[in-house]
């Protein structure tokens, strides 16, 4: 199927053009699934905003927008390699065990899915909030735009706070981390309160828009 969003796309298929049937369970399957994929790329021939083929749809490398908001213009799988640092980073020196990310982009929503584990971690100089960065797409910038995620973390010690919550803000490629608890107003996580000497632990996914 290839079709650019400009005009509405119809599929008609006619009872005459239907495969014999043979009574072959799996090669039934096999000329039905053809006759369908056939089917939409005759419907949506001569555009060029995605493909069917025998493997699934294909969208092209890069995003071909619609206006249209019934159209789903982009769809990509991939990895990405997070990396924990500080807003100020300072003397910051971080040795992982596990360093992972992946992500699925579906028009303009995103799930990441992070893991980052370390053996050392030790900053005297360092200031400001944590943060993971090298997220595949930068986020929406609608001012006031914030997305939640969850997950588990270690090596975090703010007193009286027993939550750790990550934040994608407006405009940002950026991971950052809001820690919550009973009787307090959240508050970022900061190298303050990550003591240098330990291990540091964070796993998790989060939506955002892009």
């Known amino acids: 199927m290839e079709h650019d969003g400009s005009r509405p796309m119809k599929l008609v298929l006619s009872a005459n053009r239907v495969p014999e049937l ?15 994929v056939d089917s939409f790329r005759s419907a949506g021939q001569g555009a060029s905003f995605a493909k069917v083929k025998t493997a699934g749809v294909q969208f092209p490398s890069t995003q071909v927008p619609s206006s249209n908001v019934n159209t789903l213009d982009d769809y ?22 596990r360093r992972e990310g992946v992500y699925t982009k579906v028009g303009d929503l995103v799930l990441v899915e992070y893991q980052i584990f370390t053996s050392a971690f030790t900053h005297t100089t360092a200031a400001g909030n944590a943060t993971i960065t090298g997220l595949p797409f930068t986020s929406n910038a609608t001012t006031g ?18 939550q750790v919550t990550p934040r994608i803000l407006a405009n ?9 608890g009973m009787g307090v107003a959240p508050a970022a996580v900061t190298a303050a309160d990550m003591p240098t000497g330990g291990t540091v632990s964070f796993r998790g996914s989060i939506f955002y828009k892009v």
């Open 76 to 97: 990509e799988e991939g990895s990405f390699t997070p990396t924990f640092t500080f807003g100020t980073p300072g003397d910051l020196a971080v040795t992982y065990t």
């Open 22 to 36: 043979t009574g072959d369970a799996k090669a039934d399957v096999e000329r039905l699934r053809q006759f369908i």
């Open 145 to 162: 735009q914030v997305s939640y995620g969850g997950g588990e973390f270690g090596g975090v010690n703010k007193a009286g706070y027993t």
């Open 172 to 180: 940002s490629a950026n991971i950052v981390f809001n820690a919550s």
